[in-house]
């Protein structure tokens, strides 16, 4: 430990705005944003060859610097993809890991998905948020000893020789510098739980872009545990209320993502009839692969209108979401009355390349 705190010494006197501090005798590096290549790189070759590197949700490191893994007490409380649609940090257990671990009579925490030393160094994505689904700012990366775990063969898992002491594994955590959004500074300044799930719903209602909505699972998933880990007469009933809240977070995504699908139809559709028609034209006919964007384009409208309509039913669509579907549903009528669509005989026409097909569509 004595060498290793020495190199620590030296990488620091050359990157002097790079953070660290020893927590529980590991060393915690932080980083600033914007240097993950070239410093997130030099921390973890700091730590040699014989190395496996996990990439995590940050609200979870500190766990792993008390417990030596991430994933301490997920046997017991998993609140894993708790929101659909949202990560809450954890890596994709795509070779099945944790159920081999089960099959080996081991539990889910006592084994992780990583990437060995030698691939990490070579593939950048491997040390970044890209499979987690979380923001850029906030991940750590945990650094293991590869001589105190094992490879599960076949996967890219790992399990802990000593399942008991798994601390005596973790060498080292890096962390990038955090940017708190406002309500999360909100959220953090109170102490009752229901007062946070009231903040929560307060900012659920209020979302009007994807990219809050993963904060707001991030922080929705580290509820839970809270609450899981509390007791008392209102746990259940905060529980409850939170998994309202996570069910509307769902809902309201799903709608913001089908009014951003719907404003790339409309954008699709006029680019398509105000643009391509002349480019046709001036061709003297369409390819077979153009022949079948204008069937496309010429059914669209109506099915969007259709689905607009579902959606305009719904009662418990907010009016903000409503007010952006009958502007959409203007911008779609104002395109079938601009460029004549919705005739069948259009496309035959324009597939026969004839003027009367250009123009009408």
Not at 45 to 57: A, H, K, P
Not at 117 to 135: D, F, I, M, N, R
Not at 147 to 153: L, Y
Not at 306 to 322: F, H, T
Request: charged share 30%.
């Amino acid at each position: 430990m004595e060498h290793d705190r020495c190199d620590i010494d030296g990488f620091m006197q050359e990157h002097g705005d790079v953070g660290m501090e020893f927590v529980l005798d590991i060393p915690v590096f932080m980083v600033k944003q914007g240097q993950q290549r070239e410093v997130v790189l030099g921390l973890i070759q700091l730590f040699g060859e014989n190395t496996v590197i996990r990439v995590v949700n940050s609200q979870f490191a500190d766990v792993a610097i008390e417990f030596g893994t991430d994933k301490k007490g997920i046997d017991e409380h998993d609140f894993r993809g708790v929101v659909s649609g949202q990560s809450d940090g954890y890596a994709h257990d795509l070779w099945g890991v944790e159920e081999k671990a089960l099959a080996m009579g081991l539990k889910r925490e006592d084994v992780f998905c990583g990437t060995a030393y030698s691939w990490c160094v070579t593939h950048e994505q491997t040390y970044s948020p890209a499979g987690l689904g979380v923001p850029r700012d906030r991940f750590a990366i945990l650094i293991f000893d590869a001589s105190k775990i094992k490879r599960i063969e076949d996967t890219d898992g790992y399990v802990f020789i000593d399942s008991e002491n798994k601390r005596q594994a973790l060498l080292g955590v890096i962390k990038l510098e955090e940017s708190y959004l406002d309500f999360e500074v909100r959220l953090n300044a109170l102490e009752s739980v229901s007062a946070k799930i009231d903040l929560i719903a307060e900012e659920v209602e209020a979302m009007d872009d994807l990219e809050k909505a993963s904060y707001i699972a991030l922080n929705i998933a580290k509820l839970f545990y809270a609450i899981e880990s509390s007791s008392g007469v209102e746990t259940s009933g905060n529980r409850d209320r939170l998994v309202r809240v996570v069910e509307r977070l769902e809902y309201i995504s799903k709608i913001i993502k089908t009014v951003l699908g719907i404003q790339s139809s409309v954008e699709m559709i006029r680019h398509y009839f105000a643009i391509k028609r002349y480019e046709i034209a001036a061709r003297g006919g369409p390819t077979f692969i153009e022949g079948l964007q204008a069937k496309l384009a010429n059914r669209r409208p109506d099915q969007l209108l259709r689905d607009i309509s579902v959606y305009l039913e719904d009662a418990d669509l907010r009016d903000a979401d409503k007010q952006k579907l009958v502007i959409l549903r203007g911008e779609i009528l104002k395109c079938k009355r601009e460029f004549g669509i919705g005739h069948a005989s259009d496309v035959d026409d324009l597939r026969d390349g004839t003027s009367a097909g250009v123009a009408n569509l």
